[in-house]
């Protein structure tokens, strides 16, 4: 299929952007790395009047390290966050997780900010986000706000975006020294998105889990922390009883959707395998 008729722009600055999108309203849709927008367009499950293309915006693809963190442009690709040394240090589960997204092609055009203001349920990076209590800053005409990683994602494909805004960078804070990261998906083929993921960290402390943050996806309608599991690790040692009274409180917490690709029990079982998989490499300190 071809998608419905619409108006091309492709704004240079991003003054020019916040008026094509006041210009428009809920009519103009911001065009990325094209990867979600152009099939939806194509199958016209979306018909906006305006595509604002802004992959021509200069100042939204850069990755820096500044007093805020580790700052990512909204326009950087995929494909250039798996290669970045800075990524690997600074952001190990991202730089974990991205081989998992898609495939080298799709990762070539798609963007981070994209794949954040996309939403997907099962998507890797929102929930690495979420894991590295990273922070969104969202722009428009007039200012900015900045919006932490949990409230960003509001449900299914749903975010904390308003219209006339563009997200516009994500930063993610310095670790305190003992955080220890480890990221795990499982889907039917490699490339596919997952039925079940988990980006994970824990600060150690002689041996035992002083801090952690457990974050599945695929398993509900946003990136879920599963606050009980954690609670349930902090002042253990990784081993069986640490893991296994944190998948009960696992279970206790999940509720995790069907579909043609996996029904509930399938996905519970998954978050379980994923929980002590990961839990066990972090306790060994491996990624
Ligand atoms: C075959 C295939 C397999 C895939 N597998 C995976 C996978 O395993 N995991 C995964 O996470 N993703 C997967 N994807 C999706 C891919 O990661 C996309 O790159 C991503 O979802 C969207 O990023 P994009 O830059 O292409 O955004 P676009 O498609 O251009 O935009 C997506 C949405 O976000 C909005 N948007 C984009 N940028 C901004 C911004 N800066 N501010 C505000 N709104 C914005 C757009 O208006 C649109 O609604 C797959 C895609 C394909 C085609």
Redesign the pocket.
Known sequence: MKPAPFEYHRPSSLAETFDLLDRYGDAG???????????TLNMRLVSPRAVID?NRLPELDAIRETSEGLVIG?LVR?GALERSALVRERAPLFAAAIP???HAA?RA???I???L??A?PA???PACAVAMDATMRLSRRGGSRTVGAPEFFRGIYTTA?EPGE??TKIAIPRAAPGWRWGFDELARRH???ALAGLAAGARVEGGAIVEARLVFFGVGTTPLRAHGAEAALIGRRVGAEALGRAIEALDEALDPPGDIHGSPALRRHLARVLLERVVRRLGEDRV
């Open positions: 849709r911001i065009l990325a790395g094209g990867q979600s927008l152009v099939p802004i909204a995929q998992h997204v898609g799709i055009r798609g963007t900010g994209g794949s203001a996309l997907d998507a890797e990076l975006l563009v997200l490339g596919d998105f």
